[in-house]
């Protein structure tokens, strides 16, 4: 496809075979919240994974000016951002966004829309329905977890747990009404109250590595003692706990942040003297095409997140580039980290304990082994080829299988 902007779908409708006698899938039209950064990567993955399946075209907010997905795929903006970022903006826009999605849906054509992150947009998701399309809701990791965490920074605690509340309503509603739910994998189902052996239910729509760009690129016998995160530096990423952490290890190793967010003023303060001492390493926001590089500075990734992320990409691609990874076993994580074999996880995300963990980590002989499974199995189960195959199997109605 190049960079080639797609054509608009003359016709969505549904073929069982195409000219070749193969099996074809409906065209899909992909409905998400506004997009940032990590928002972003994550669906333009996604909607790689589909492209390579059949039409494909995207109805978002907010998606950045410098964004690749406009040249690659058909997008229906809804709104640019408004002025000011209060509960309440936030509160309109998400309503006026659910407005203009259903004006959307009544004018596309594709059989089958497929709500990625915004699983809580109930009125767009009736609307669908009302329209006969087909609808499947695919969350990002846990939404109301992600919002009660941030306004907790900003309001009263039992105020912004009552408003995550009502999100996780509305998000049940929406997985009750939809034909069916996409998760990352069975244990990320689980996490979110849902039944991976539900017919219902599609437990296998993790996304993929680009393993031809994330791979070894310096052998993990020959890496310095690094430990390090990748990511946003926000709150429910346990940032707070990873400085203390920073702190505490032993001088022989170096702790690496790379990354930007609300945190990194606050970060930057609390290590000052680690900073300037050369224990602690802040490299700040980097391109997606250079964390590969950032990956493999590092010989063990720590990623102590509370459950808002159905499964990071991040350890996924640490694994692609050799990386070891720890990280607490919330969502979907444990269906990837096999610990002790692809990986480590943390049972508690607390200061010493972690400490402890990250020094039996390093005392052990076979780190070599267990970066090298984790890269195996990386490139078995999470290819764009692997992830065309699992994702055939969830647009393909099981009536037409």
Known sequence: MGTQMKTRIES????????????????????????AAAGENATRSL??????????????ADLPGDSEIRDQYE??????????????????RFLLNQLRMCAVLRRRSEPLALFYGATSYILPIVVARLLGKRVLVEPRGDVPLTLRLAWEQRIPSPMAAGLAGIVRVLERAGFAVA????????????????????DSVYPTGARYVQTDQFNVQIPFEERELRVGFVGRLAEEKNIRELARIAQQLPDEITFTFVGDGELRSWLERTLAEEIAAGSVEMRGWVPHDRVPAELNRLQLLIL???????LPTTILEAQACGTVVCATPVSGVPDVINDGETGFLIERAETEHIIERIS??????????????????????YTLSAARERYKSILQPATDL
Not at 304 to 310: C, F, L, M, R
Not at 364 to 377: C, F, G, N, V, W
């Open 12 to 35: 969505c409708d549904e073929r069982s075979e195409n000219e070749h006698g193969e099996p074809t899938f409906p065209a899909v039209c992909v409905l998400t919240h506004p997009l």
């Open 47 to 60: 909607l790689d994974i589909l492209d390579a399946i059949t039409d494909v075209s995207l109805v978002t």
């Open 360 to 381: 039996s980590i390093f005392e052990r002989h076979e780190l070599t082994k267990i970066s090298s499974q984790a890269r195996e199995q990386i490139s078995e189960q």
């Open 179 to 198: 034909d069916g739910v996409v998760t990352y994998t069975p244990q990320m189902a689980e996490q979110l109250g849902l039944d991976p052996d539900d």
């Open 304 to 310: 102590p997140s509370a459950p808002t992320e159905g």
């Open 75 to 92: 997008v229906h903006e809804l709104s640019q951002k408004s002025a000011g970022d209060s509960i309440f903006v936030a509160a309109i």
